[in-house]
């Protein structure tokens, strides 16, 4: 049983790592974009109606990214161009891109491609335990894995995560050292878009394998709430994202062992959890960059 | 109504007899979805009215309340609400209409009890409304018909629409050994897609989803709202609602030949067998007197659901509380 | 002549004013508005059809503004929210959970009340117990921040979802209306505790109004508005000064929520009558974006809140008589709402 509540957990999950690594860097170069759920909801449809119309899953991912990358964009060109605010705009990005989804993908809901297929990894897939709950999955949910060292990498080991996070701390002294800081936060927003419509495109044409209006149902502020829950951690984003897909599998696994749970508190458990753990990080030294919290004063 | 008219489901089922509506010579019809199950609903109402509507459905449950007062408020319009039940006097210009779903229900039961290979069906619910439950007990009592040792497994998803808690309750259900599913959401897709690809067999509701389901289709229940829709709209024109049987609480059903949830097509799986067997019970339920609930049927505990020689009302099936024996998983509102 | 000087430069200086404070702004709602007209005829709307949603929908409709204001009250209260903890630095992302939470303490006393006949005084503990429960709520998250340093920002985004979950349990199990076959919604609240209107005006709307009065007077004529502010705006100087930073953020959280809780509560009374989920369905996040457009004013905030409201009444004339989708109206909302935020920075920069 609790191979499947966590190989079920790894899938979820995989929905809100891709996410959730975009607004890790976004906000560590200093800016909160609440419009996770609109990039994501952009980059299902797209993703779906290229995938439906091309019957090619790689231009469907191709194009996901980049209508996540374009809601992001219109958020970035507003926040860091016209310095508006950044939790307002971000609202307006979700409203503007819901309301878009649903009218051009009210056609689409009800229509179905096929869903991702496992590919189980030779040798790996055959480890007793492990090999169930992490290398039976399909291509992207291995790409998470991928995603979670390139991040840490990105972030820690090379002079692009020096600067951004430079940014997100110090912007005075990026701009003395010869970059340009705004550039440095647009070029992160859209990266955060970018992985946004990349996790959009894996829940609509990778797990579900159809379009359904507004299907993200939250899912995008629950990014926010993860990387806040990691304290900017890349190890905590992750930890974070896989432990929520849990929660969404573990209350239908143990309800379809007809084991009797509450399903409104095992509901609000993530959130409880995030808050709880922000909590404990008052303790510990938190890595909230120094900018952000600057910005979102009104 | 409440959701897309694109959703492979409730919503659309509305929109379809709305269009065939449509073609009825002398009527028009306006139409508006997404409308949130909050007052909001009043004004929609009342911009139809403005618009010259005549006639309103008012097609979600939540709608009831507000319909109702509108009706008193505006005699000239008629407004019938689906799926509401009135205590008490009617306005002259007010009706509620509804089917009683559980009967294709549970002839969808009886096919999945048929095809089950491991005796385990599945059923993904949203939430522990009363139409659930007796959807969930039809399933399960029709699926005992065909199959003594079926048992149905529950999985709710606390939303009508969630496509990723869909596929979890699926493959939580799959991996107990379930091969058959049924569910009953605003949304089917996602349950149907992620069956499919565990070449596991579905029963579907709301929406006749074979050609989706392709090959995993068994049968299911489909709306057909046109008749009973196009019914209410000749008695309104030709004057003589008031008093009549739409003037109240109409309940459509296999005994009076008026069920709008009709029985789907059947699957190529569905053996003849199968079929003339559901067929037989369909005839059986179009009796007089006839019900899917009747007597003796037991709860999980084994307390006494509907006595022996008893045959439950409307009225009694609107307010089942309990989970008949065969069915695994306790509803949210006992288990705590 | 050098006075001519002097005034012409004057004219200069108001002209630019004038341009930047009414033109620009003008030409991006227009520009905004144009780019909701262009997506709309990609839907296959005509312009006919988004004439006469503009024409039967709002200027000849007679409930247009009745709707309005009825729709306003939650907006308001929940942008009220939000205006009073910025003005001591807080940033209140919560007000949509401390709406629900206000909406079911007020429920759970009014449908406790039964038909005892209380009346007025009846619905003045509703709506206390609704303001309370919202402000407790709200205060929560105060106290995270000042004793754990967990940023209320997060905080109370989170609260909303617990908040929706508290409602949904209640909903499906204790509070379940008997009569309801089986839905998930509370019992009806008696008629005598229900606030209709009064000359055509939702009365709930006038109340809002006194309390947004009250509390502009609050915070811009009473001491504790003043401190709140210095509080804000620069707490090193206000702890010096011997202001304890955290009192203040804690009543102006409380203070933020139980406006809320009370919005909660008198939509309850006001338009729907009983409790049943989605009764918010995304008004604290509308009310949020309505308050960060209108900074910390209180008087653009209840204007920004009508507009908001006017906008989402607005999207049954755009499905009925212009035939688009229902949620096209969160296309006009953003457009409209990102011209003037990028408007208000401009401006902001220019004067």
Redesign the interface.
């Known amino acids: 049983m609790i191979e499947i509540i966590l190989a079920g957990g790894i899938a979820v999950g995989t929905v809100l790592l891709l996410p959730s690594f975009g607004e890790l860097v976004t906000e560590r170069a200093g800016i909160t974009n609440l419009s996770v759920e609109g990039s994501m909801l952009a980059g299902a449809l797209t993703a779906f109606i290229v995938a439906k119309t091309t019957g090619n899953y790689a231009f469907g991912f191709l194009a996901g990214a980049f209508a996540g990358m374009l809601v992001a964009a219109v958020f970035a060109s507003a926040v860091v161009f016209a310095r508006a605010n950044q939790l307002a705009t971000g609202l307006i990005c979700w409203f503007l891109s819901l309301g878009i989804t649903s009218v051009i993908g009210n056609s689409y809901n009800g229509q179905a491609i096929h869903q991702l297929r496992q590919i189980d990894i030779p040798g790996l897939s055959s480890i007793p335990f492990f090999g169930n709950i992490f290398f039976q999955h399909d291509v992207v949910v291995y790409f998470g894995y991928v995603a979670i060292a390139a991040t840490a990498w990105l972030l820690y080991k090379t002079k692009t995560g020096l600067i951004i996070r430079g940014t997100g701390e110090r912007r005075a002294v990026v701009d003395v050292s010869g970059h340009r800081s705004s550039l440095v936060q647009f070029a992160a927003v859209l990266a955060g878009g970018l992985l946004s419509g990349v996790g959009g495109a894996y829940l609509s044409i990778g797990q579900v394998g159809n379009w359904a209006s507004d299907m993200t149902n939250g899912y995008g502020f629950i990014v926010v709430a993860i990387v806040a829950f990691s304290g900017w951690r890349v190890s905590l984003t992750a930890l974070g994202s896989y432990l929520f897909g849990m929660s969404i599998s573990a209350a239908s696994v143990l309800q379809a062992q007809g084991i009797a749970v509450n399903q409104y508190l095992l509901d609000s458990l993530p959130y409880i959890i995030t808050l709880v753990a922000l909590i404990l990080a008052s303790r510990t030294n938190s890595r909230q960059p120094e900018g952000l919290a600057d910005s979102l004063s009104m | 109504m409440t959701g897309s008219s694109h959703d492979s489901g409730y919503n659309e089922a509305v929109a379809d007899a709305a269009a065939n509506l449509k073609k009825m010579s002398g009527v028009s019809v306006i139409t508006a979805e997404q409308i949130p199950e909050t007052n909001a609903v009043t004004d929609t109402m009342q911009q139809m009215a403005d618009q010259g509507a005549t006639i309103i459905f008012a097609t979600s449950y939540g709608y009831f309340k507000y319909a109702l007062a509108f009706a008193k408020k505006h005699p000239d319009i008629t407004v019938l609400h689906q799926g509401g039940y009135q205590d008490g006097t009617f306005p002259a210009n007010f009706g509620t209409y509804w089917g009683a779903a559980y009967e294709p229900v549970a002839l969808g039961g009886m096919a999945a009890g048929k095809a089950t290979k491991t005796n385990k069906l599945g059923f993904v619910y949203a939430f522990p409304i009363a139409q659930s439950i007796a959807n969930i007990d039809a399933f399960q009592l029709g699926a005992a018909m065909t199959n003594p040792d079926a048992k149905t497994y529950l999985v709710n998803t606390s939303s009508w629409c969630d496509p990723v808690k869909q596929k979890e309750a699926v493959n939580a259900l799959s991996a107990q050994g379930v091969d058959v599913f049924s569910q009953h959401q605003d949304c089917q897709t996602t349950v149907i897609q992620t069956a499919k690809a565990k070449n596991a067999k579905v029963v579907g509701y709301h929406y006749d989803a074979s050609e989706l389901a392709g090959s995993s289709w068994l049968t299911g229940s489909a709306w057909n709202w046109t008749p009973v829709m196009k019914s209410i709209v000749t008695t309104i024109k030709q004057g003589k609602f008031k008093g009549s049987k739409y003037n109240a609480n109409w309940i459509g059903t296999f005994a009076n030949g008026d069920n709008p949830l009709e029985l789907a097509s059947f699957g190529s799986s569905v053996d003849s067998g199968t079929r003339s067997a559901i067929k037989t019970e369909q005839k059986k339920l179009s009796e007089k007197g006839a019900s899917v609930f009747t007597g003796p049927i037991y709860c999980q505990d084994g307390t006494e659901l509907v006595k022996a020689g008893e045959v439950a009302t409307y009225e009694d099936v609107n307010n089942f509380s309990c989970l008949v024996k065969g069915v695994v998983g306790t509803l949210p509102s006992t288990s705590d | 002549m050098k006075q001519g000087q002097v005034s012409t430069l004057n004219d200069k200086k108001r002209h630019t004013r004038i341009v930047a404070s009414v033109v620009i702004p003008l030409i991006s709602i227009c520009i905004a508005l144009g780019c909701f007209v262009a997506?709309a005829l990609a839907?296959g709307t005509s312009l006919e059809g988004l004439y006469a949603a503009l024409y039967?929908?709002v200027l000849a409709?007679p409930?247009f503004l009745t709707?309005t204001m009825?729709?306003s009250v939650p907006l308001i209260c929940a942008a009220l929210a939000v205006i009073v903890p910025?003005r001591s630095?807080l940033?209140n992302?919560g007000g949509e959970g401390q709406l629900i939470i206000g909406a079911v303490a007020g429920t759970g006393v009014a449908v406790s009340m039964g038909d005892a006949g209380v009346g007025i005084i009846g619905i003045i503990i509703v709506l206390l117990s609704g303001a309370l429960a919202g402000g407790a709520w709200g205060y929560l998250c105060a106290v995270?921040k000042t004793a754990?340093?967990?940023?209320e920002?997060?905080?109370t985004?989170?609260?909303n979802?617990?908040a929706a979950?508290?409602m949904?349990?209640l909903l499906?199990?204790p509070w379940?209306d008997p009569?309801g076959?089986?839905?998930?919604?509370s019992k009806?609240i008696a008629a005598d505790l229900r606030i209709t209107t009064v000359a055509g005006l939702p009365i709930a709307f006038i109340i809002v109004i006194v309390i947004a009065m009250a509390v502009w007077a609050l915070l811009n004529k009473s001491r504790w508005g003043f401190a709140a502010r210095v509080v804000g705006s620069n707490p090193v100087a206000a702890f010096r000064g011997g202001l304890s930073v955290s009192r203040y953020a804690h009543s102006a959280m409380l203070l933020g929520g139980a406006l809320a809780g009370l919005g909660g509560a008198l939509n309850v009374l006001g338009?729907?009558?009983?409790l049943?989920p989605?009764?918010t369905?995304t008004f604290g996040?509308?009310a949020?974006?309505a308050a960060?457009?209108a900074?910390?004013s209180i008087w653009k905030g209840v204007m920004y809140s009508i507009v908001a409201a006017a906008v989402?009444?607005g999207s049954?004339?755009l499905?009925?008589?212009a035939g688009?989708?229902?949620?096209?109206?969160?296309?006009?909302?953003?457009?409209t709402?990102?011209a003037i935020?990028?408007i208000?920075?401009?401006t902001g920069r220019a004067s």
């Not at chain 3, 688009?324 to 457009?335: I, M, Q, R, T």
């Open positions: 997506f839907q039967y929908g409709n409930n709707q009825t729709r910025a630095g940033v992302v995270l754990f340093h967990a940023p920002t997060v905080s985004l989170l609260a979802f617990i979950d508290i949904l349990y499906y199990s379940k009569d076959s089986g839905q998930p919604q009806p338009a729907e009558g009983q049943r989605g009764l369905t996040f509308i949020f974006l960060f457009i900074g910390t989402l009444v049954n004339p499905q009925l008589r688009l989708d229902g949620n096209a109206s969160y296309v006009l909302l953003g457009v709402c990102l935020v990028v208000s920075r401009k």
